[in-house]
Structure formats: C-alpha cells, structure tokens
Nanobody, 129 residues
C-alpha cells in the first residue's frame, strides 16, 4: 500500500519561495510515476509536475521555469521547490503516485489526476500580493 504525506505548505508573499515535501512509503519507483497537483477553491485539480519511471520530468506551462521537482530515493521523499511565487499559485498542493506507469512524463501530465491511484492529504500554499 502506497502512503504519501505532504508537508511544507505556508503563507508567503508574492515573489517568495517554498519547498514542499512528500514522504513516500510502499511505492516502487522503477515502475511507477509521481507528481504534484494543486487545487484552488472552485477549480479543478490540475497537474503541476510529473516524474516518470525513468526520472524524466514535465511541468505545467504556468510553473515552468519557477518550480522544480526532485526525488530523493534514499530519503523516500519527493520535493517541489517553488520560486517567484504568485498569488495565482495559491492552492492546496497534493502529492500523487501510481505503481504501474511507464509512459513519458510529457504524456502523463496531459492525462491529469485520474491517472493516479494514490494521493496524500494535501498541504496549503497561500501567496499574498
């Protein structure tokens, strides 16, 4: 059973930075994929970043160049480094994983949240102007 726990969410001012962490257990990295998603009030959940089974990464256009995702397999932790934060980045951020996932990250991010079987409880990011 895959278990995901996010942390690191906070309230920051526009232009600030945050690092989100997702503690992972029970996931098989070489056959699975992982990602960060976010959901703002009244909006659908959207993909932010994806790491596929061979480590390729993809990002949504709205965060490319500002956000970076990384996976530390020794620490069993997925990270999302967020820089130059904007008020429109305000959302609940979720970590997700799927155990059988061999497509490239550029395809997975287009599949959306329904592709993922396992989810964390979320961590809130609020960016004020």
């Amino acid at each position: 059973q895959v278990h995901l726990v996010e942390s690191g969410g906070a309230s920051v001012q526009s232009g600030g930075s945050l690092r989100l962490s997702c503690a992972v257990s029970g996931h098989t990295y070489n056959s699975g994929c992982m990602g960060w998603f976010r959901q703002a009030p009244g909006k659908e959940r959207e993909g932010v970043s994806i790491i596929d089974s061979v480590g390729r990464k993809s990002y949504d256009d709205s965060v490319r160049g500002r956000f970076a995702t990384s996976l530390d397999k020794d620490k069993n932790t997925l990270y999302l480094d967020m820089n130059l934060l904007k008020p429109e980045d305000t959302a609940m951020y979720y970590c997700a994983a799927d155990a059988s996932c061999f497509a490239p990250s550029s395809y997975i991010i287009r599949q959306g949240p329904s592709r993922f079987a396992y989810w964390g409880q979320g961590t809130q990011v609020t960016v004020s102007s």
